[in-house]
Nanobody, 115 residues
């Protein structure tokens, strides 16, 4: 069964850190481009960070220098390390996997940044 399962979300104070994880199963993880998206209440889903199968990374401008995406192909897992969190980072974060015409989404994990 093709599946992505996110974890690591929660409530954090502004300036704090969280690490999200996304565990993949049912497909050849190392072949896939992995991305993190987020969707805040009342807003469209936006691409936050991408890591290619070769390890290249890209970020939306609003998180550059604060977020780091990484992958461990031995664990079939992609991570999003988030630091210096801001209230505007509050959203449901989704994991996405793409290879050729195949695309897989996780159910998301909620991140709330609030004092």
């Amino acid at each position: 069964q093709v599946q992505l399962v996110e974890s690591g979300g929660g409530l954090v104070q502004p300036g704090g850190s969280l690490r999200l994880s996304c565990a993949a199963s049912g497909f050849t993880f190392s072949n896939y481009r992995m991305s993190w998206y987020r969707q805040a209440p009342g807003k469209e889903r936006e691409l936050v960070a991408t890591i290619t199968s070769a390890g290249g990374t890209n970020y939306v401008d609003s998180v550059k220098g604060r977020f780091t995406v990484s992958r461990d192909n031995t664990k079939n897992t992609v991570y999003l390390q988030m630091s210096s969190l801001k209230p505007e980072d509050t959203a449901r974060y989704y994991c996405n996997a793409v290879y050729s015409y195949i695309e897989v989404w996780g159910q998301g994990t909620l991140v709330t940044v609030s004092s």
